[in-house]
Nanobody
């Protein structure tokens, strides 16, 4: 059974940092592109960042603008999203996802095969 379990969300103040974690089981992340998406009520899920099996990365430049960094630890089968200088507009449920595609790095949710349940990040002003 394939599972992606996110953790690390919480309530923080504007300017704070958080590190989200995604623990994968049932799949080896070194064979997948791993992505982070976020979603607020009433809006579509939006792309944040992705990292492929060659450690190539893609970010949504407009929203993260150098504040976020995605990384992976293949030995632990974990993916991380380091979020710095958080803003109230970063408030959302954050989801980890896995895409089984050579090179990958898609920014489209439809291309991802597996999803976690999400972790809530709330940034107060």
């Amino acid at each position: 059974q394939i599972q992606l379990i996110e953790s690390g969300g919480g309530l923080v103040q504007s300017g704070d940092s958080l590190r989200l974690s995604c623990a994968a089981s049932g799949l080896a992340i070194n064979s997948y592109t791993m992505g982070w998406f976020r979603q607020t009520p009433g809006k579509e899920r939006e792309f944040v960042a992705a990292i492929n099996e060659y450690d190539g990365t893609l970010y949504d430049v407009e929203s993260v603008k150098g504040r976020f960094m995605i990384s992976r630890d293949n030995a632990k089968n974990m993916v991380y999203l380091q979020m710095n200088s958080l803003k109230p507009e970063d408030t959302a449920a954050y989801f980890c996802a896995a895409e089984q595609s050579v090179l990958g790095l898609s920014r489209f949710p439809k291309d991802y095969d597996y999803w976690g349940q999400g972790t809530q990040v709330t940034v107060s002003s």
